[in-house]
């Protein structure tokens, strides 16, 4: 398989949850509708565990959970990391963080932009008021991440293709 055209990191601090939760729908998506786009998720601090809710949405969805794991941003800054497209913060603590510099082909930073979503971990309830915390996370997620697949990542400019995931950010 070819390198993909664009590669995307979803950071939150722990990356226990939400990001976990947008890496399995990004490459869900991806993989579905056959598109060149690669999802990585870190955070960080990490947490060392993905939180077994997050896991449990995403098999629910029919999303092979093997493989997931907790791990820090600092491996997408090695020489041989993958070159990174857009970097999307899902958690307010991480988007207010400095960022490490991260690896683009293109020779500039990748974009960045903030997307915004509560901690489904802490919802009230108890487990079943996490699972559908989780569930309406990943649902709520898997809409954005919807409309960044559907723009044509190949064809746009850098300052478009900001102003759509900005846009996208605030739908």
């Known amino acids: 398989m070819s390198e993909p055209v664009c590669n995307v990191l979803v950071l939150c601090t722990h990356n226990s949850a939400r990001s976990v ?6 490459n869900h998506w991806a993989r579905k509708l056959g598109r060149s786009v690669q999802g990585f998720s870190a955070g960080s601090a990490p947490s060392g565990r993905v939180n077994p809710f997050a896991l449990e949405a995403l098999d629910r969805a029919g999303i092979d959970i093997r493989g997931y794991r907790s791990k820090s941003w600092d491996e997408f800054t090695a020489s041989d990391a993958p ?6 913060t899902v958690c307010d603590s991480a988007a207010a ?3 490490p510099v991260f690896v683009s082909g293109r020779g500039e930073p990748p ?3 903030h997307w915004s979503y509560p901690d489904p971990s802490n919802a009230a309830g108890g487990d079943d008021g996490k699972r559908r915390a989780f569930e309406l996370t990943r649902q709520a997620i898997g809409y954005r ?3 960044l697949l559907a723009l044509p990542l190949e064809a746009m400019d850098r300052a478009g293709l900001e102003a759509a995931l900005a846009a996208i950010g605030r739908s």
Do not use: D, P, R, Y
């Open 21 to 26: 939760l947008a890496e399995g729908m990004l």
């Open 83 to 88: 070159s990174l497209s857009i970097v999307i």
């Open 97 to 99: 963080e400095t960022c």
């Open 111 to 113: 974009i960045k932009v």
């Open 145 to 147: 991440l919807l409309q």
